[in-house]
């Protein structure tokens, strides 16, 4: 009582987290791979940050659109003695093929090879890193939405309601996932989107059975009663009294949800239903270098490792995430 | 008594007991088995029993927080148990709960602030001035101004206490239920808890339902008391007639439970035999007759009434005495 600072919960949570060297570690090369994903445009391209061509100052020119460079061809262009560019360090956009690169080693011109189109393997990673993590996050993200509002209507209501949503979860389970998946992936015409959308679509009922169970535990809590017994509405009291108290084990079991999308959507690429070729994600890469395991060691090592190592962080936070939310630790 | 602001007639509550693949009802646990008590404004009945007698059942059943089987409660007039949810969420306004388990009374991810000002927002009190009046509350459960931006796990059983009957006035009811309020803390707190509650009964004029176990907390604080055994009032009337005469067995047996601070006095306890019956199959006739040191043979046969004036008892064997002795 005496503390000077505010006690919240996500401070006593984030404390708790800092304890965990190993989560830690994670977390932050996890920040790392998002900025890497942010920065992609900054890192790999040829679309230069700052030029000048003509006597005209172009800034950002890889992020806004110029009029008069709306035609303009940059892989081509050769600047003249008054122009200047400033370019990204890896000056090699993700789907630029040049057939006479092809199947280069790792070497200064490309950091880590290129593909058998001559494709710099370090761009499409980076590139890729975006794809496969917008898709991780938007598919839990779909997940969740679901899963928590069919999670609290069934654990708050119960009875009939609880019945509708538990058979819906059952049937749900009953599928296995990366069938039911592919089947999605086959219907919907090919694109991220939809890869996203049947990843959430699928995932939803483990999110469900979470809430739902703590909705049973928390609705007979008193202070719930108290919040019923001072008149609010149920709606209220689902979504500002209970659900931040049922949302623990939803946060551990997102962060191991994206690691599981990530995965599945590596695998959905290499069997060819993932991202349509153009693409980089990171694993149409792997599928893309399939046939040329035998030689050109590079072309399935970084890929593989970048799933590995993200796969493996996002585990690993969400083990410091459940070990910091364990109510017993708290106090 | 017309008077009253709480009248609570016959209330009954049971509980379908499910068995089995399709959840058959195979029988009913009878929580509350028609009670009727009145409590006029302002003054406090306790209803007093051990676990599963029902006390908590029925302040519930009275909020309407666990639907009454049957029976009727009339809450300044208004008949409570035929509201639809508007009247009755208008209604809450007015009757307030006060829990046991002050840690598991108060949202966790909550400010005070956020708990006290949330009560107020949704019935439109204090609008434009919710800061003021939060800590005018907190003023008045005798917590300081800086307790309003904290979080609940960050005060002593006491403060929570507090914090929670802060809660329950801040919708200005006009009657609290407590439910066991003090049970779950320290005795050295106990007191202090008592004591507010017993100043905000003056300063506000509220009207107490106060449910307990413990004899001498439900002595200190009432007007009335009511002892109730497996769901049902065996004997209630004015706390000091209640105190000095018991009249029920029953009754008998819980007073001479209380311990008295005086290593030296000699002590009858009355020991009462075996475990509560189960309310699912509650003994015939007199419900308290298998445990009862005086028990007869009708006892077993026929299930006594209430009887008496204002000191009424439900007693085949003993009656109260008439209301002039008494008093």
Known sequence: MSKQQKQGYWRIVARQFLRNRFAVAAFLLLLLLAALALAAPFLAGNIPMYMVKDGKSYLLPNLFTYSDLVSFRFDTWKPGPNDSAIRPPIPYPPDESDLDGALARPGAEHWLGTDDRGRDVLSRLIWGTRISMTIGFVAVGISVVIGVILGALAGFYGGRIDMVILRMIEVMLCFPTLILILALVAVLPPSIYNIMLALGLTRWPDVARLVRAEFFKLRESDFCIAARATGLSDLRIIFRHLLPNAMAPVWVNSTFGVAGAILIESALSFLGFGAPPPTASWGEILNQSKNYVDFAWWLVTFPGLAIFITVTAFNLVGEGLRDAMDPRLRQ | ?327
């Open chain 2, 1 to 327: 008594m017309s008077d009253a602001l709480l009248q609570v007639r016959d209330l009954t509550k049971r509980f379908p007991v499910r068995r089995g693949v399709f959840s058959q009802i195979t029988g009913y646990v009878r929580a509350v088995d028609g009670i009727s008590f009145d409590i006029p404004r302002g003054k406090t009945l306790a209803l007093v029993g051990e676990s599963g007698s029902g006390k908590t059942t029925a302040g519930r059943a009275i909020l309407r927080l666990i639907e009454p089987t049957s029976g009727s409660v009339r809450f300044d007039g208004q008949e409570v148990t035929t509201l639809n949810k508007h009247d009755l969420r208008a209604l809450r306004k007015r009757m307030q709960l006060i829990f046991q388990d002050p840690y598991g009374s108060l949202n966790p991810r909550m400010t005070v602030y956020n708990v006290l000002s949330e009560a107020m927002a949704i019935h439109g009190l204090a609008r434009g001035r919710r800061r003021e009046r939060v800590y005018e509350l907190l003023d008045q459960v005798g917590l300081a101004d800086t307790a309003a931006d904290r979080y609940p796990h960050e005060f002593s059983g006491g403060q929570r206490q507090r914090i929670g009957i802060a809660r329950a006035l801040a919708v200005e009811p006009d009657i609290l239920i407590a439910d066991e309020p003090v049970s779950a803390l320290d005795v050295s707190v106990q007191a202090q808890i008592l004591n507010l509650l017993a100043q905000l009964q003056q300063d506000l004029g509220l009207t107490y339902l106060f449910i307990g176990h413990d004899l001498s907390v439900v002595r200190h604080i009432s007007d009335e008391v009511a002892v109730m055994y497996l769901g049902k009032i065996v004997e209630m009337g004015p706390v000091d007639a209640l105190f000095s005469a018991p009249v029920h067995p029953y009754t008998k047996a819980l007073l001479s439970a209380v311990p008295v601070p005086d290593p030296d006095a000699h002590k009858h306890r009355i020991l009462v035999q075996g475990d509560v019956p189960s309310p699912m199959n509650p003994p015939s006739g007199c419900r308290f007759h298998p445990r009862c040191p005086d028990a007869t043979s009708a006892c077993a046969i026929t299930e006594p009434q209430l009887e008496g004036e204002s000191h009424r008892a439900a007693c085949l064997v003993h009656a109260p005495a008439p209301l002039r002795s008494a008093k």
